[in-house]
């Protein structure tokens, strides 16, 4: 792993702030990890909301990401910075889409987010490279969360 370098002053600008996750993007070390972190804090707060609800909330911070992560990757001068996390946070929470309750699927969620996230299959990683700007951040990770969406309910109605 390398270590992860943020600009000094980075949370004193709110869209850098958010877009590094409120902090955990300034990790040391595995700041998408700490990233997903966050992504498992917010699934608790809307995991209780209906599916359409869930699905609205995923969506918005989708779209609020590409503007956070474009802005912020301008500025920092790195198209996709190690700090920028909120792509994380978003990708987790479309793997957690109508998950099973329990804290067992919380986990194997988060497991499977950031395999697919730091493996990158194809075409996860063909898209990471071809994809610029904000969208381009956020979509790859988009990506891992659907791959991992297929694996966690293929799981739940294996077991």
Not at 57 to 66: D, K, P, Q, S, Y
Not at 88 to 113: D, H, K, R, S
Not at 123 to 142: E, K, S, Y
Request: glycine share 12%; net charge neutral; charged share 10%.
């Amino acid at each position: 792993m390398k270590r992860n370098h943020l600009p000094a002053g980075f949370w004193k600008n709110p869209a850098h702030f958010l877009a590094c996750g409120l902090g955990a993007g300034a990790a040391p070390y595995a700041p998408g990890t700490f990233g997903t972190v966050v992504g498992v804090l917010l699934f608790l707060v809307l995991a209780p909301w209906s599916l359409p609800l869930y699905a609205l909330a995923t969506l918005l911070l989708f779209a609020v990401g590409v503007w956070l992560c474009g802005v912020t990757a301008r500025d920092f001068g790195v198209h996709d910075h190690s700090g920028i996390v909120w792509d994380e946070i978003v990708g987790y929470l479309v793997t957690m889409f109508a998950a099973p309750a329990g804290l067992q699927w919380l986990v194997t969620g988060f497991i499977l987010f950031r395999l697919f996230d730091v493996l990158k299959p194809w075409p996860i990683a063909w898209v990471d490279r071809r994809v610029g700007g904000g969208f381009g951040i956020m979509v790859d990770d988009l990506l891992a969360g659907v791959f991992s969406w297929v694996c966690l309910q293929a799981l739940y109605r294996l077991v």
